[in-house]
C-alpha cells in the first residue's frame, strides 16, 4: 500500500472541519518527518481548478490533527459547486488523506458526515467532507 495519511475520525461541526490521524508507509522518509514541525495540510480545489489552502499541522509519534475553518473553503467569484482534495505534505513528500486501512468500502455511501452552512451574500453554501471513489476524503462544497 503506497504511503498515506490514514483517517481515523473526522468531525464536522463549529464551523470547522477536524480530522485525525496517522502517517502510514514512511519508513524511508528521515525521523524528523515521522514527529515534528514542517508538515502541513494541504488542500487543493479540484473542481473547479483553483487555488489551494495550507495549514500547519503537529505530527507526533506519526498521529496527526488537521483543523480546517469551513469560511475558508469558499473562493470568490468561484461557481456554485467545488471539491477540495486533502493532503498532508512535508518537504518533497505529499500524502493523501484517506482511510484505507479498515475493511469498509463504498464509504461515500455509507460514512455520510453532515452539512454545515455558511451565509456567502445572498445565498447559503453548503460544505460537507465525503469519502471519495477511492477511499480518500474530500470536501465538497455547494450553494442552495
Partial sequence: MKPHAEVEQVWPEGGRIRVLGRLHGLDGL???AASGDGWQAVLLLREPRGPQLVYPVPVVDRSFE???P??????PQAPARGCWDLYLSHG?????VGRHLDDI???????????QLIPDDERLI???????????????????
Avoid: C, F
Fill in 30 to 32: 528521515p525521523r524528523d
Fill in 66 to 68: 488537521l483543523t480546517v
Fill in 70 to 75: 469551513i469560511a475558508d473553503l469558499i473562493v
Fill in 92 to 96: 518533497e513528500t505529499r500524502l493523501r
Fill in 105 to 115: 468500502r463504498n464509504k461515500a455511501s455509507i460514512m455520510v458526515y453532515p452539512e
Fill in 126 to 144: 453548503h460544505v460537507r467532507p465525503r469519502y471519495t471513489i477511492n477511499e480518500n476524503l474530500s470536501i465538497d462544497y455547494w450553494s442552495g
